[in-house]
């Protein structure tokens, strides 16, 4: 039998999780915090680097050049562009180079996985 603590969380709760995003987004706006400096601040915590964050990387390179929230907004020349800035930043700060996914990188990844 499940407790109170197991279940799923209510449209109350999850209405409340998005007030008080967007509470602390402004009031860390109103006080000039950055983006940065709260990622800094989370080194003496563990935060694995995960799909999901990686992701939360992107748009926000993706609001600051294209204003759009929301990755299905984007259009193909868009894409390419934020993914630029990303990529490049990738490099600058980490050496990390990805290319973007192409089908013809897929399909010559399985056909490498094949033999």
Known sequence: MKNKMDKQRTNSQNKSLHKLFEDV??????????????????????????????????????YTQTGLKSTTQLSTGQIDKVYDTFNRFLGDEYGIHVGFPSVEALAMAFYDSQQ
């Open 25 to 62: 987004s402004r009031e860390m706006l109103n006080q000039g915090i950055e983006r940065r400096t709260v990622t800094n601040d989370l080194e003496g915590y563990s935060c694995p680097i995960d799909a999901a964050f990686i992701k939360e990387v992107w748009r926000a390179i993706m």
